[in-house]
Structures are given as C-alpha cells and as structure tokens.
Nanobody, 116 residues
Framework: QGRLLESGGGLVQPGRSLRLTCASS?????????TNWYRQAPGKERELVAA???????NYAEVVKNRFTVSRDNAKNIVSLQMNDLKAQDTAIYYC?????????WGQGTQVTVSS
C-alpha cells in the first residue's frame, strides 16, 4: 500500500528558507501523476500551494508565486518544495498529496513555523 512521508519542516525566521521533501513508501511513482503540496494553518481551510504534473509543469498559489518552487527527482522518486523568503503567514502544516486510480494519498504533514 502506498504512503507519503513529508520531511524538512521546522522553525525559521522571516526571510529565511526551508526545503520540504515528499517521499513515497510502496507503489506510488511520482512521475506517473500530479503531486500537490497543500497547507493548513490553524483555524483555516486546507489550501493548495503548488503542484507538479507528470510532464513537469508547475502551478502555484498567487501568495507563494516567485517564492516557492516545486520540483521532482525521478531517480530518487521524491518531490520537493523549496520555500524562500518565508513569511509569518506561511506558518502551517504542509502536506503532499497525489491521486491514483487506487485512491487519494496524503502524508501526515510537516509543521512549518515562521517566527522571529
């Protein structure tokens, strides 16, 4: 059974960077489907932050455009989210997600806290 595992979260000061990674255990091959990064801040709805298609096309929420970059390493079968110039409003739990014919898969999330 496929599972997703996020890593790389932590506490950073405003203006600094973090790199999140999503790995798969099991049968999920990231290059075969779109992988999404979502985030959920306390008291808010989960929102889509970034996505990368099988062809490598990327999309971003307006609030993270030009600061976040999603990428995929097919050899390692991981998807990363490089987050630069972090702001307090980026504080949230970040989740990776993908859908297959077998179902929809979520990781357990990784906490990102941006604070001085």
């Amino acid at each position: 059974q496929g599972r997703l595992l996020e890593s790389g979260g932590g506490l950073v000061q405003p203006g600094r960077s973090l790199r999140l990674t999503c790995a798969s255990s099991g049968v999920i091959i990231f290059r075969l489907g779109t992988t999404n990064w979502y985030r959920q801040a306390p008291g808010k709805e989960r929102e889509l932050v970034a996505a990368i298609s099988p062809a490598g096309n990327t999309n971003y929420a307006e609030v993270v455009k030009n600061r976040f970059t999603v990428s995929r390493d097919n050899a390692k079968n991981i998807v990363s989210l490089q987050m630069n110039d972090l702001k307090a409003q980026d504080t949230a739990i970040y989740y990776c997600n993908t859908k297959r014919a077998s179902g929809e898969y979520w990781g357990q999330g990784t906490q990102v806290t941006v604070s001085s």
